[in-house]
């Protein structure tokens, strides 16, 4: 087993030993019932308006009366959630000392970073993947286009990557949970505003710079079923980006 | 083994060690003895790379710890002032885990476990949370934890540190069983331990080493005078005059109710035959006789208490140091 196997495996351990796990789970599943059911009861009573207008069963298009709406829908409450599971990856270890055992024994600072944020990714994809029972039951009573649905479902997990390294470097940089839940939340909440003035700003160099900038527009088109290298360079930079900065930050921690 | 080179620490304006300089034989026990606050854990931390040294150089095993970090890690194990647990884990999963960021494969983990286990009497408590053991089971799994991989080269701060008696004189034991093969630094503010368990003893106080010697000749070299013991069984009224009127006696001590005295001599000058003939001559019935050594607990408190009072680091451990350098030298070679 590599160090990093070694990593995964314990923060995994300690995860489910936890209630947070099972909490944010939970609240995140149920969250995520309740939209994608608000959607499709919304689309239902729409189908029935149409009916009694046309008088004939109309075909709805699902893929824009839930799944889009529940996948914006999703930026957000990933942004209240992911912060959460993430709070406690070096906040603890620092606060509990232990992280002076990590830095102590032949294991590389890149490799505990790597191992604890794919311990992070394995958790935040196996609630993803309970989410996938909404998509399943709806193909089960009518038909709509996979592939938006699928694309959708990597940005998901693209940007919902780019949180939980976010969520590590600010948990690199205290030693309170609650301060490194909340910097996470409140970092990835301006950076989504950010989105916002880069749209009020319009097709501007300066308008487009700040829009780019901003993980919302990426997230946009992967759920309109568009994937572009652009988009998925832009995560994959960010993801490497944030573990680069908890690297930094660690490490220059030891100095002081 | 353990190579310090005039290792300073800054914390901001703080200075916690500074121009530390000391150095541990292969198989040697090594005690550092110091007051809480002197500079120990940043010497320990330094050792085990968890944090460089401002200025100096420290090497292990021959190896750089600021250059090449990974080398060193590989052969100290390393148990930190607060055992570092995971609270959630059971001891062996704990154990499991260091083994395997240490770099341990499965057979060396399996042989290392079932050795620490029964070497610090786990086995009872292996499959219990680490949350729920006592402080004297954590302790001990920590301690397991820096001897699993079997490392030349141990950093215990504070070992004993939350153990009952019992368990202290086995932890002992089993430090003393480790030197030879194994090079043992320890840091401690018990001074039995050191004698008990140390080859040398390196006093540290306020972030400097202040006194580096076996146990004995600390307090041997450190004595002003001889000091003995007499008690006499009928004493007239003005013995200790008498006494101090002797040749060679500087300062007497008396104690009237048991008949007993203590007497300050020349040193190097053993009074002791010349103070049987007074006494026995004059009749006032000897009963007992000797030289008093001076305890390392006495010999520690000297050494700490000069600065106490004096103004912060500079001038103070300046004057320290020039007290102790005269009789510094005639133990030294």
Request: with cysteine.
């Amino acid at each position: 087993m590599t160090p990093v196997q070694a990593i995964i495996a314990k923060e995994l351990r300690t995860a489910f030993v936890s209630p947070i796990v099972y909490v944010v789970g939970a609240v995140f599943l149920l969250i995520y019932g309740f939209l994608a059911y608000l959607y499709v009861v919304n689309a239902g009573s729409q189908a029935v308006r149409l009916m009694q207008l046309q008088g004939a069963a109309p075909q709805l298009n699902l893929n824009e009366l839930v799944f889009r709406p529940t996948f914006y829908s999703m930026a957000i409450i990933l942004m209240l959630v992911l912060p959460i599971l993430t709070m406690r990856v070096f906040a603890e270890e620092r606060k509990l000392r232990t992280f002076e055992l990590l830095m102590t024994c032949p294991i590389r600072m890149n490799e505990v970073i790597i191992g604890k944020f794919l311990a992070l990714l394995f958790l935040y994809l196996g609630m993803l993947a309970l989410t996938g029972i909404v998509p399943l039951i709806l193909a089960t009573y009518s038909s709509f286009d996979w592939n938006p649905v699928l694309t959708g479902y990597l940005g998901l997990v693209l940007m919902g990557a780019l949180f939980l390294a976010t969520g590590v470097l600010a948990s690199a940089m205290t030693e309170n949970q609650v301060v490194a839940a909340f910097l996470s939340f409140g970092f990835l909440l301006l950076v989504w505003l950010l989105g916002l003035l880069g749209s009020v700003l319009g097709d501007t160099p300066v308008g487009n710079t700040i829009a780019y900038l901003s993980f919302i527009d990426h997230y946009d088109r992967l759920v309109r079923g568009l994937v572009d290298s652009k988009d998925l360079i832009y995560y994959l930079s960010g993801i490497v980006l944030m573990l680069f900065f908890a690297h930094r930050v660690l490490d220059s921690q030891r100095w002081k | 083994m353990i190579e310090v080179q005039g290792v300073t620490k800054r914390y901001g304006d703080h200075t916690a060690i500074e121009r530390v300089t000391f150095s541990v034989a292969k198989g040697e026990v090594l005690a550092f003895l110091g007051p809480n606050g002197a500079g120990k854990t940043s010497t320990m931390r330094i050792l085990a790379c968890y944090m460089p040294a401002t200025e100096g150089t420290a090497r292990v095993a021959g190896f750089d710890c600021f250059e090449q970090p990974l080398e060193v890690k590989r052969r100290i194990g390393y148990l930190p002032e607060n055992p570092p647990l995971y609270q959630e884990l059971t001891v062996t999963e704990y154990l499991t885990f260091v083994g395997r960021i240490k770099g341990m494969n499965a057979g060396e983990l399996r042989s290392g476990l079932a050795r620490v286990l029964e070497r610090l009497a786990l086995g009872s408590v292996r499959r219990r949370l680490i949350a729920n053991l006592s402080r004297g089971y954590q302790q001990r799994v920590g301690l397991a934890q820096a001897l699993l991989n079997d490392p030349p080269v141990l950093i215990l701060d504070e070992p004993t540190l939350g153990l009952d008696p019992k368990q202290i004189i086995e932890i002992r034991e089993l430090i003393k069983s480790l030197a030879g093969s194994h090079t043992v630094i320890l840091s401690t503010h018990i001074l039995p331990e050191a004698t008990a368990v140390c080859q040398r003893v390196v006093i540290i106080h306020a972030g400097r080493i202040v006194a580096e010697d076996t146990p004995e000749q600390l307090s041997s070299r450190l004595r002003r005078s001889e000091k003995i013991s007499v008690v006499v069984k009928t004493p007239p009224p003005d013995l200790a005059d008498r006494f101090r009127a002797l040749p060679g006696v500087l300062n007497v001590f008396a104690s009237t109710e048991t008949g007993g005295f203590l007497l300050e001599c020349d040193l190097g000058r053993d009074l002791r035959e010349e103070l049987a003939r007074f006494v026995v001559g004059n009749g006032w019935g000897l009963l007992e006789l000797k030289t008093v050594s001076m305890t390392l607990e006495d010999v520690f408190l000297l050494l700490t208490q000069h600065e106490e009072g004096m103004e912060p680091r500079e001038d103070g451990a300046e004057e320290a140091r020039q007290e102790t350098a005269p009789t510094q030298e005639p133990s030294s070679t």
